[in-house]
């Protein structure tokens, strides 16, 4: 399917990895700029560089802490007025809540809550003007089912959701949508850390909890970046003008709801 991307402008929020990297490789394939953002300059190039070879895109790397205020300068210096936005951001380790300190509560509202919207409300009117944007943000199945020590996490990430809840439908007769990915148990570094954190709860190998997750699981595997960058690539496309203000869960059927 032709998705109509070909010449836009994307900022992939922390994509030198994990799934914001599934979601800028698959807009490059598109024909999309991407700039994509990793913690240091180093890693931003080495994966610009790999999806270059993989797509022959043009892909510009920027290595910044997207959580700053400088962070997100960088990003927008480096593609001002971009027709898609895609807010991504580590969360905060696993913690058992009665150990969050204010500083650590106030610290995961900002990476996973406060810098998105930032970021949304410096790229947004530009969208409106132009009439075309799209604006995906990568939150967490923990939104809708919750997960142990993800409580600071998913309580931030649902703050995101419910802020740009009404956003969305201000701006959706300008062509511009905003949606939410939901990733589940996918195959990241993030996955892994999870389950070292659980085997160590459990008191069994990290080996073992990872069969445990994976024969929870419905599809019986592990999602994987590559199929979750597809769908964040459609839903950046023309086609997908009419769907807006949505939550994308991607869990291989894990949370057992008939809606």
């Given at each position: 399917m032709e998705l109509g991307l070909k010449g836009r402008k994307a900022i992939v929020c922390a994509s030198s990895r994990g799934l914001g990297r599934g979601c800028a490789e698959a807009l490059a394939a598109e024909g999309v700029s991407v700039v994509v953002n990793g913690r240091t300059q180093d890693s931003a190039e080495r994966t610009a560089e790999e999806i270059r070879r993989a797509t022959g895109g043009t892909v510009t790397a920027v290595g910044a802490d997207v959580s700053t205020r400088e962070g997100q300068a960088a990003l927008l210096a480096a593609c001002p007025d971009p027709d898609i936005l895609v807010n991504n951001n580590a969360g905060p380790p696993r913690k058992d809540f009665r150990q969050l300190d204010r500083q650590a509560m106030?610290?995961?509202?900002?990476?996973?809550?406060?810098?998105?919207?930032?970021?949304?409300?410096?790229?947004?009117?530009?969208?409106?003007?132009?009439?075309?944007?799209?604006?995906?943000?990568?939150?967490?199945?923990?939104?809708?089912?919750?997960?142990?020590?993800?409580?600071?996490?998913?309580?931030?990430?649902?703050?995101?959701?419910?802020?740009?809840?009404?956003?969305?439908?201000?701006?959706?007769?300008?062509?511009?949508?905003?949606?939410?990915?939901?990733?589940?148990?996918?195959?990241?570094?993030?996955?892994?850390?999870?389950?070292r954190w659980a085997a160590e709860q459990a008191g069994i190998s990290e080996e073992a909890e990872a069969e445990r997750q994976r024969k929870a699981v419905p599809a019986g595997r592990f999602g994987t970046p590559e199929e979750f960058g597809k769908l964040c690539a459609f839903l950046c496309s023309d086609h997908a003008g009419y769907i807006t203000g949505q939550n994308f869960l991607l869990d291989g059927g894990l949370k057992p709801t008939a809606f």
């Open positions: 106030i610290e995961g509202v900002i990476q996973n809550m406060v810098t998105p919207i930032e970021l949304v409300q410096a790229v947004l009117d530009g969208m409106v003007e132009r009439r075309f944007g799209r604006i995906v943000n990568i939150t967490s199945s923990s939104v809708l089912m919750p997960i142990a020590g993800l409580d600071l996490s998913s309580g931030a990430r649902a703050g995101l959701t419910a802020f740009l809840a009404g956003i969305c439908r201000q701006v959706a007769a300008s062509n511009v949508t905003i949606n939410n990915m939901l990733p589940g148990k996918m195959d990241t570094d993030r996955l892994r850390s999870g389950m």
